[in-house]
């Protein structure tokens, strides 16, 4: 998931369970039956090496390939992302030369030095996800194929010199962290406010640098700010049992909105917290229990059936208790991190209603000219009457697509985004229900034809036109990390990062999609 700066602005365009007394893993139950297809397997791992060789000529070590001119940008602080985020990519597909030349590249990057802002959250995402998940995967299930520990020990090295530079982020009043940081040296940003998927998607990787460093200061640091979003004050902070707005007070801890849903500028934060659990099941309970008490209020207050597709259920934004009819590319992770806290918390309603978001979030994606799924969607709640404010009907010039469709486009681009193919994955590995899988390979058929240009692969301007619309010239980081992995993932064989129905994951995925090993007993505090 990325941080949506406009998502607030979007808006305006249009019983928590109780908790174990001794939380313990669940005993492994039955699986469902998957089936590997070799194939289309390879046909991914094509694509990732098609992406990877354009970007290695032409851009590496900049951030990202810019794949029509063949240039380069150094959109996230000239750090070499786009080699990070295909890390954990590169080693799970067995990509042994590309592992080479990144973990080569990994000890020559100098964390102490950029000459732009540096964002809390996506550094924590991309680059201390993606050192943190290859040093699990190489000491992990890929030991046997390390021939020098030395550059293993540097991964994780490296890991902890960038976190030591972004540690002031949290020197503030509060705990809760700047999200905008300088170098050189490290310093805050001096921001009034952060946002609730900002503050809330750093628990994972903070927490698991001090379970592999033994300094529980990181995990703790995070866990800080976080108890801000677990207890929100002031009231209209929640408007909604376990749904919170979206923008805190750096200095106070309170909350300034009571604006949010499912979408950038929140996801992540919901995300998060069946995650932690997932975790540690012991030092994170009360994540789980404020996890159940927002999926209970989702379900009751912003599940929503468009008025001309009342078969489709997408959920909906909303300010103090209005709700807007409006999602994004974006909150289609909705639909995976259900059926994730569903099969971990042995509750099949979650998985069933997972499986709602996703069908629908499907439909985003069959219903344009090109397949994909557009950044922004509307519709009209059926429910509601028609003659609502807040429930207005579509364009006229989209009138027709909107009886057929259940949705109208707001904003048709393309941003190479992971999110309905992540749950399309989640979907098959909690049923083994091979639809997922033939959904997520049209997908990927369908991106691969339209957004394949030049060296590599473009975000693309309107997938309700032909062609896409043109390109932007500009191959996202996380296009390896998140599109690429999900699109394999799904039709590989079994493996330990793999996710589990049957209560036996080893491994749980940041938001980043970057595997990170689970506590285990031996990381301390567990």
């Not at 602005?9 to 590997?36: D, I």
């Not at 924590?124 to 993606?130: H, S």
């Not at 001309?308 to 997408?314: A, E, I, M, V």
Request: with cysteine; net charge negative.
């Amino acid at each position: 998931m990325h941080f949506l700066g406009a998502a607030v602005a979007v808006l305006g365009v249009a019983s928590q369970a109780a908790a174990s007394p001794h939380p313990r893993r669940p005993v492994p139950r039955s699986s469902p039956k998957y089936v590997a297809n070799e194939t289309r397997a390879n046909g991914v791992k094509e694509a990732f090496q098609t992406a990877w060789d354009g970007y290695y000529k032409y851009a590496f070590p900049h951030d990202s390939l810019t794949p029509v001119t063949n240039g380069y940008a150094d959109d996230r602080n000239g750090w070499g992302a786009s080699a990070v985020d295909a890390f954990s990519t590169a080693l799970i597909m067995e990509d042994w030369e590309v592992v080479k030349q990144i973990l080569e590249f990994v000890p020559t990057i100098n964390f102490d030095s950029t000459s732009t802002e540096v964002s809390l959250f996506e550094t924590t995402i991309r680059y201390l996800g993606g050192l943190l998940s290859a040093y699990d995967l190489l000491t992990g299930p890929l030991k046997s194929h390390v021939e020098n520990t030395t550059s293993v020990d540097a991964v994780l090295k490296q890991a902890r010199r960038l976190a030591d530079n972004l540690k002031v982020a949290f020197d503030t009043p509060s705990g809760v962290p700047d999200n905008s940081v300088f170098f050189g040296p490290p310093r805050k940003g001096g921001s009034d406010i952060n946002g609730v998927a900002t503050i809330g998607t750093l628990v994972l990787e903070w927490t698991r640098l001090g379970d592999l460093t033994g300094n529980k200061t990181y995990g703790a640091l995070a866990q800080t700010g976080e108890d801000y979003l677990l207890h929100p004050k002031p009231a209209f902070g929640e408007p909604f049992p376990g749904l919170l707005g979206t923008r805190v007070n750096i200095s106070t801890g309170l909350f300034t909105d009571s604006v949010g849903g499912w979408v950038g500028g929140d996801d992540s934060f919901y995300e998060y917290l069946i995650k932690m659990y997932l975790y540690d099941p012991v030092r994170f309970e009360e994540y789980k229990d404020r996890w159940v008490t927002a999926v209970e209020s989702t379900i009751k207050n912003l599940a929503s059936h468009p008025s001309s597709r009342p078969d489709l259920t997408f959920l909906a934004m909303y300010q103090n208790t209005t709700l807007g009819f409006i999602s994004q590319h974006l909150a289609c992770f909705d639909g995976g991190n259900f059926i994730l806290g569903g099969l971990t918390l042995d509750e099949p309603r979650y998985v069933d209603f997972g499986l709602e978001l996703v069908a629908a979030c499907h439909e985003t994606y069959t219903q344009t000219l090109t397949g994909i799924g557009p950044e922004v969607f509307s519709w009209q709640d059926g429910a509601l009457s028609p003659d609502a404010p807040n429930n207005p009907g579509p364009p006229a010039n989209q009138a027709d697509f909107y009886a057929r469709a259940g949705f109208w486009i707001n904003s048709g681009n393309y941003l190479l985004r992971p999110e309905v193919i992540e749950s399309f994955y989640y979907a098959y590995r909690a049923t083994g229900d091979p639809k997922y899988q033939e959904w997520a390979w049209d997908a990927f058929q369908r991106i691969n034809a339209t957004c394949r240009v030049g060296s590599g692969y473009s975000s693309i301007n309107d997938v309700n036109a032909p062609k896409g619309g043109g390109f932007s010239d500009f191959q996202e980081s996380f296009w390896f990390a998140e599109v690429l992995k999900y699109s394999y993932l799904i039709h590989a064989e079994e493996s330990d990062w793999q996710v589990k129905a049957d209560h036996t994951n080893k491994f749980v995925y940041n938001t980043e999609a970057h595997p990170v090993r689970i506590a285990s007993g031996q990381e301390g505090g567990a």
